[in-house]
């Protein structure tokens, strides 16, 4: 079975401070994102690589980076943590070619407030 | 008006009811998928489909492209079924894939 495996379940931050969030997949998978879920408003995607040392933004990038060192890890760093960073935090890797082209496979996600 | 509009929003029935949750969107899309999430998080991906039907166990989601619209339907349902089931399209935005996500529907099934 593949695993998205997130660092952290639950983070409380200080305003102003710098988080990182680490997602690792153990399937190969060329595909990886960052979505945040806050209630109505579904899954948004911050970012997302296609390969080694590649990033795009997503839909609501600000505030974010990331960083794509190794196709295994996708890390999502928030430069100075704000309270509207409160949020859920998911990761997702999905193939390029295969059975499973297209299919996403999700992390338990990492629950981060910010006081 | 979103892109991904799920009905209903909530849903609580007795076990052993028959659950429909509709998904209707907007956009031409290339595939559609249907997650769901437990309580702590965990989203696990229970279909993918571009035409048709597909089904699992007592899951089956079906889809018709020219309405727009797919249904994931839970046969003999169980408490354990309670969940949040999220639907999603993957379309072209700008020559890129991009996905959209429905904002989820709470099913709860009571013993």
Request: proline share 3%; aromatic share 10%.
């Amino acid at each position: 079975d593949v695993k998205v495996t997130q660092s952290s379940r639950y983070l409380v931050k200080r305003t102003g401070e710098k988080v990182f969030l680490e997602c690792v997949q153990d399937m190969d998978h060329e595909n990886m994102f960052w979505y945040r879920q806050d209630p109505g408003l579904g899954l948004r995607l911050i970012y997302f690589s296609y390969d080694v040392k590649m990033k795009e933004k997503g839909d609501i990038p600000e505030g974010y980076s990331v960083s794509r060192e190794k196709k295994e890890r996708f890390s999502l760093i928030l430069e100075s943590a704000s309270t509207n960073q409160t949020s859920m935090y998911l990761c997702a890797s999905s193939p390029t070619g295969g059975e499973f082209t297209g299919e996403l496979f999700f992390g338990e996600g990492s629950r981060l407030t910010v006081l | 008006k979103n892109e991904v509009e799920q009905s209903p929003q909530n849903l609580t029935a007795q076990e052993g009811e028959f659950i429909t949750i509709n998904c209707s969107y907007s956009v031409g899309i290339s595939a559609l998928h249907w997650l769901q999430q437990h309580p702590g998080g965990g989203i696990v991906s229970l279909f993918m489909l571009s035409s048709g039907k597909k089904k699992h166990g007592r899951l089956i989601a079906t889809i018709n492209i020219q309405e727009k619209h797919s249904s994931l339907h839970i046969t003999a349902s169980h408490p354990r079924d309670s969940a949040v089931y999220i639907c999603a399209v993957r379309s072209m935005y700008f020559g890129n894939e991009k996905l959209t996500f429905g904002t989820g529907t709470r099913l709860t099934i009571i013993p």
